[in-house]
């Protein structure tokens, strides 16, 4: 990993020391009660893998830059306007040949890195992603059904932003995360329509159920369904 740990300027693009394999981008805005936790799992991760940490602190008002500086990171500040802008923001300044987006409620097994990628190096994917856990009520588990089961499968395979990797040069060529509702089912419709998408068949990350728990299972449905009309309506 590099060693940028505290670093909170905004840096020229590419100024990172040396390049690496994967650059985790973690965008993060009053995230204070979850960010240790992954980014503790990604400074446990166990690869050949060279790989970096980048936290973009979405102009948060908690805790949330002093403990992403507590670890192995390089801390940029976005302007939180978005979460499209903290991965794009982040993105820009990455030096990885792979970019893998993490959100800041995703802990990652520690065979990640080796697993996903040697994966997707070895079928030729151009982006990936695994099968999730999601923690919290019982009714989380439809969504973690829904997300191994169903969006894997289909032809034109959904990512979700937590838990997103994706070859550089095609990310560049793609322009980013669109600032769109539901960004992610955009940018993995946009990317698949061009190259090769898929899922790693086993669970490489466990992600917070927390909106599940918020808003219940029907709550949570219509948030993202409604954020999906939006999206649509915009063309995405």
Same mark, same amino acid.
Request: one cysteine or more; proline letters at 5%.
């Given at each position: ?12 693009? +590419? ?32 690869? /050949? ?7 973009? %602190? ?12 507590? =670890? ?8 939180? !306007? ?20 993490? %959100? ?19 079928? +030729? ?5 695994? =099968? ?7 009714? /989380? ?20 932003? @937590?838990? @997103? ?5 095609? @990310? ?15 940018? !993995? ?8 998408? +898929? =899922? ?37």
């Amino acid at each position: 990993m590099g060693s940028n740990s505290g670093e909170s300027q905004t840096p020229a693009a +590419g100024d990172a020391d040396t390049p690496v394999d994967v650059s985790f981008v973690v965008p993060a805005r009053n995230e204070a009660g979850y960010l240790s936790e992954t980014l503790a799992s990604l400074g446990a991760l166990e690869t /050949a893998y060279e790989y970096e940490v980048i936290v973009v %602190d979405g102009d948060s008002s908690d805790r949330t830059p002093a403990i992403a500086r507590e =670890y192995d990171t390089r801390v940029l500040e976005g302007d939180g !306007s978005s979460i499209a802008h903290g991965r794009n923001y982040g993105a820009r300044h990455a030096s990885g040949d792979w970019l893998a987006f993490i %959100d800041a409620d995703t802990r990652v097994r520690p065979t990640y890195v080796t697993d996903l990628v040697g994966y997707a190096e070895a079928t +030729g994917l151009a982006a990936a992603s695994s =099968y999730c856990r999601i923690t919290g009520p019982m009714r /989380a588990k439809l969504m973690e059904a829904t997300l191994n089961h169903i969006l894997s499968r289909l032809e034109k395979p959904i990512l979700p932003g @937590f838990n @997103f990797l994706i070859k550089r040069r095609v @990310f560049d060529e793609i322009g980013g995360f669109p600032t769109v509702a539901n960004e992610d089912t955009a940018f !993995s419709r946009t990317v698949a329509s061009a190259y090769p998408t +898929g =899922y790693y068949p086993d669970v490489l990350v466990e992600s917070s159920g927390r909106r599940i728990a918020t808003q219940g299972l029907t709550g949570t449905l219509y948030h993202y369904a409604r954020l999906d009309r939006k999206r649509l309506q915009a063309g995405a």
